[in-house]
T-cell receptor, first 114, second 114 residues
Framework: EDKVVQSPLSLVVHEGDTVTLNCSYE??????LLWYKQEKKAPTFLFML????IEKKSGRLSSILDKKELFSILNITATQTGDSAIYLC??????????????FGKGTKLSVKP | NAGVTQTPKFQVLKTGQSMTLQCAQD?????MYWYRQDPGMGLRLIYY???????DKGEVPNGYNVSRLNKREFSLRLESAAPSQTSVYFC?????????????FGSGTQLSVL
């Protein structure tokens, strides 16, 4: 069965720290990998990655994909309390099964302390 | 810009009661989805509608039915609610199905079944 594994499941840091969130996957037909941020309710889109080695960047957040080793990382530098959220990784398949075309990991809960 | 609108935001049911969760999007998207999110389980696909007039089962369809009423609206019905259906439900949409489109999520429905 296709699966997406995120680590760590939870993380507590202090403001100003840099964090790295991990997402590994085992899927039969990879199309893309997406990162979402979920604060109080609805997940919001961060990045979509399709090619290995090309960093996507938005402010203090960046992400990169390694299609050979089947993982992605999400980096957050100079963390702020507003970065506290659950970060979701999802892998999009070319051909989905009962799980649909998008397989989500369980998420990493990040807490940033003042 | 409303995006994806879900109603209700909160609901408490007794075991055996029925209810319908409503979802509407105003982005002219073709594809719509229903997910449930449980602690430690990530987002799991219940049903999806790749285009108006079609619906398909996802990973966890048992106990649910859906209706794609028109291009804008996609409802989820619980015919006889069970405590195992206590969860947060998210509706989502994409412009087209299976083409690396990011999901737009509604704000969620917190459902408790007693």
């Amino acid at each position: 069965e296709d699966k997406v594994v995120q680590s760590p499941l939870s993380l507590v840091v202090h403001e100003g720290d840099t964090v790295t969130l991990n997402c590994s996957y085992e899927v039969t037909n990879f199309r893309s990998l997406l990162w979402y941020k979920q604060e109080k309710k609805a997940p919001t889109f961060l990045f979509m990655l399709t090619s290995s080695g090309i960093e996507k960047k938005s402010g203090r957040l960046s992400s990169i994909l390694d299609k050979k080793e089947l993982f992605s990382i999400l980096n957050i530098t100079a963390t702020q309390t507003g970065d506290s959220a659950i970060y979701l990784c999802a892998v999009e398949l070319v051909y989905g099964g009962s799980q649909g075309n998008l397989i989500f990991g369980k998420g990493t809960k990040l807490s940033v302390k003042p | 810009n409303a995006g994806v609108t879900q109603t209700p935001k909160f609901q408490v049911l007794k075991t055996g009661q029925s209810m319908t969760l409503q979802c509407a999007q105003d982005m002219n998207h073709n594809s719509m989805y229903w997910y449930r999110q449980d602690p430690g389980m990530g987002l799991r696909l219940i049903y999806y509608s790749a285009s108006e007039g079609t619906t398909d089962k996802g990973e966890v369809p048992n106990g649910y039915n859906v209706s794609r009423l028109n291009k804008r609206e996609f409802s989820l019905r619980l015919e006889s609610a069970a405590p195992s259906q206590t969860s947060v439900y998210f509706c989502a949409s994409t412009r087209i199905f299976g083409a690396s489109e990011k999901l737009f999520f509604g704000s969620g429905t917190q459902l408790s079944v007693l």
